[in-house]
Nanobody, 124 residues
């Protein structure tokens, strides 16, 4: 199965930007729907964005308000999350996920493989 490793998190001031990466290894035939979720302490895991196998279709949570962009480079087996105009409420551990089949694509239970997470902290 596919293995996922996130990177690119860190500490940033409000209004700044970060670019997260998710590198896939193992069986990477580019047939996976990919997504980003995040989880803050004491909160449930929250959908952030998803991207189709080809990269031509993307989905975003309403709360992202155009600040976040998901993209994939299948030649590099990598998915990205560009985050701009960051706010303190964006602080969370961000997780990459992959699914061979999704219905809707917004629920954590639909995804089969998960990365270890990368911490994003936004200071005011």
């Amino acid at each position: 199965q596919v293995q996922l490793v996130e990177s690119g998190g860190g500490l940033v001031q409000a209004g700044g930007s970060l670019r997260l990466s998710c590198a896939a290894s193992g069986r990477t035939d580019n047939t996976y729907t990919m997504a980003w979720f995040r989880q803050a302490p004491g909160k449930e895991r929250e959908f952030v964005a998803a991207i189709s196998r080809s990269g031509s279709i993307t989905y975003y949570a309403d709360s992202k308000e155009g600040r976040f962009t998901i993209a994939r480079d299948n030649a590099k087996n990598t998915v990205y999350l560009q985050m701009n105009s960051l706010k303190p409420e964006d602080t969370a551990v961000y997780y990459c996920a992959a699914a061979e089949k999704v219905v809707g694509g917004f629920g954590p239970d639909e995804y089969d493989a998960w990365g270890q997470g990368t911490q994003v902290t936004v200071s005011s």
